[in-house]
């Protein structure tokens, strides 16, 4: 029987009592993720398998387990870690040509605390360009498949991430989420996306996007998986000046506790037009499932939120425009070179950039200079404080709040590619959590059409533990977590 059906708590489980042996685990998902990697028909989850230095790995950790040496958490648990995230002699390319034969002299400090903790990097998935997406179109390599249609697309930016455990390429991952990155694409592949508080996990080693949204986070089967990753990959780190000094609570053991009382706000912004009537259905019943386990479900307001959209979309090209500056075919990465410096770097960035990571480039250069500074940064800025304080408030009255993850499920490939707008709206009701620094965590809830829905749970700052809390109830009243796609390749 393969070994690829089990969550990250079974597997450690039976690593740590010598059922199996962390080579094989290993192997197992090596076996699965090359086969698929190497086919025709590849779900392009994977840019780069890390089949020798992960079998190696497994073999250290086999003999710490057989000598009786403490060999961690997660020892021998395979990890696929998106390609934003640096990884010491592993190629890491942001999804980008730019990139693509770059390999780190360093480790991301949270793959380091995985590491540390007996996890094992199995590979680097694929995602868009340098994470500006929500479809995984945009990688500059190919595209990833939906696990459960291939036809469809597995959300983005961290569409390999998602889709590798859906698709038990791996047990466990890590994604980047900016304005929606690991919750929509975590929605559209039937898995658990947790996306921490700003400043709870450190980003470094994590290529800038937007560094004033931008945070790392996991992909798991289930909400117990997700409470221990985050136990570990939380923290201060010295080396990011962003990392909040805060003790970090044990919250794998904060879950088992019911949620009689908690109250849960519902904002009217997140359930009116553009969501679609099916996936309205489903997350309704959801939330109905919430007050059954015995939440007190309050309707409440939110009036900023129309504006986040148009907000994130001028913040962060701003930021993108600054944080690739130094792509310039000099100091990072590949280097197309002409006669002069202007030439070469015209060349380099022109060829190398993809179409997003162009138009984010113009629009926050735009947005940015002397003349619309005020009219467009500026208004941004005073949105995201009005943003801001309509959390603050509602988070007076509530615990938390209970919106859909995505307007609709997973879209068909090449359905919004050409139209950045309609692609952009994918994440309208994940962007107000990142404007707002908060935690959030989308869970399977349910399915409409074959296709996975996301129930998304948004907790005030650093109150990871009671959207855990939340989730991890809901899970073990329902069956969702059971659903997985039937892979026809
Ligand atoms: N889809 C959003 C964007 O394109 C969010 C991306 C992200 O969270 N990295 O910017």
């Known amino acids: 029987m393969s070994l690829t059906q089990y969550n990250l708590s079974e597997l ?44 190696s790995r497994a073999d250290e950790i086999d003999e710490k387990i057989a000598s009786g040496e403490e060999a961690g958490e997660l020892a021998g648990v395979p990890i696929a870690v998106k390609d934003i995230i640096v990884t010491r002699g592993i190629t890491t390319t942001a999804g980008s040509k730019i990139l693509k034969n ?28 340098f994470a500006m997406g929500a479809s995984g179109e945009n990688s500059g390599f190919f595209p990833t498949h939906n696990p459960w249609d291939v036809l469809r697309v597995p959300g983005g930016s961290s ?14 991952a890590l994604g980047t989420d900016t304005g929606g990155s690991i919750r929509q694409p ?29 945070q790392v986070g996991p992909f798991t089967h289930t909400v117990a998986d997700a ?5 570990i990959i939380a923290g201060f780190d010295e080396k990011d000046a962003t990392s909040v000094k805060s003790v970090v609570p044990d919250y794998p053991s904060l879950l088992n506790k019911d949620i009689k009382k908690i109250k849960i ?33 309050i309707p409440v307001s939110l009036p900023s939120m129309p504006y986040a959209l148009a907000a994130y979309y001028i913040l962060c090209p701003a930021e993108v425009s600054t944080n690739l500056a130094r792509f310039d075919g000099l100091k990072y990465g590949e280097s197309l070179r002409e006669a002069d410096l202007l030439s070469t770097l015209a060349k380099t960035r022109g060829e190398l950039f993809g179409r997003e990571v162009k ?30 304080n309509d959390f603050n408030r509602v988070f007076k009255e509530v ?48 399915l409409s059409d074959g296709l996975p829905v996301g129930l998304q749970l948004i907790g005030n700052m650093w109150q990871e533990e009671k959207i855990l809390k939340v989730a991890y109830n809901y899970e073990q009243a329902t069956e969702w977590i059971k659903l997985t796609p039937e892979i026809k390749s």
């Open 399 to 446: 615990d938390i709040l209970a919106t859909p993850t995505t307007p609709t499920t997973a879209f068909e490939l090449g359905s919004k590619n050409q139209d950045p707008l309609a692609m952009y709206l994918a994440d309208v009701y994940t962007v107000p959590v990142n404007i707002a620094g908060l935690p959030a965590i989308s869970v399977p809830c349910g």
């Open 102 to 129: 770059y390999v780190p002299p360093y480790s991301a400090t949270v793959v380091e605390k995985l590491e540390n903790a007996g996890a094992i990097v199995i590979g680097k998935t694929n995602c868009d360009e």
């Open 186 to 214: 975590a929605a559209f592949c039937g898995v658990v996306g947790l996306k921490p508080t700003y400043g709870r996990v450190s980003r470094f080693g994590i290529m800038a996007m937007t560094s004033s949204l931008d």
């Open 265 to 297: 706000g519902v904002p009217k912004e997140f359930f009116g037009e553009g969501l679609s009537a099916d996936v309205k259905k489903v997350v309704e019943e959801a939330i109905d499932k919430l007050a059954e386990l015995g939440a007190e479900i």
């Open 227 to 231: 409470a221990l990753l985050l136990k």
């Open 159 to 172: 569409s390999g991430s998602a889709a590798a455990v859906a698709a038990g390429f791996a047990p466990i």
């Open 12 to 55: 450690s489980q039976k690593i740590k009592s010598q059922a199996v042996t962390a080579r094989e685990v290993v192997s197992d998902y090596l076996k699965k993720s090359t086969a698929d990697f190497t086919s025709k028909k590849s779900l392009g989850v994977y840019l780069t398998l890390a089949s020798e230095q992960a079998l």
């Open 359 to 388: 138009r984010r480039i113009m629009l926050g250069t735009f947005v940015l200079s002397a003349g619309y500074y005020d009219a467009y940064y500026k208004s941004a800025l005073a949105a995201r404080q009005a943003i801001k």
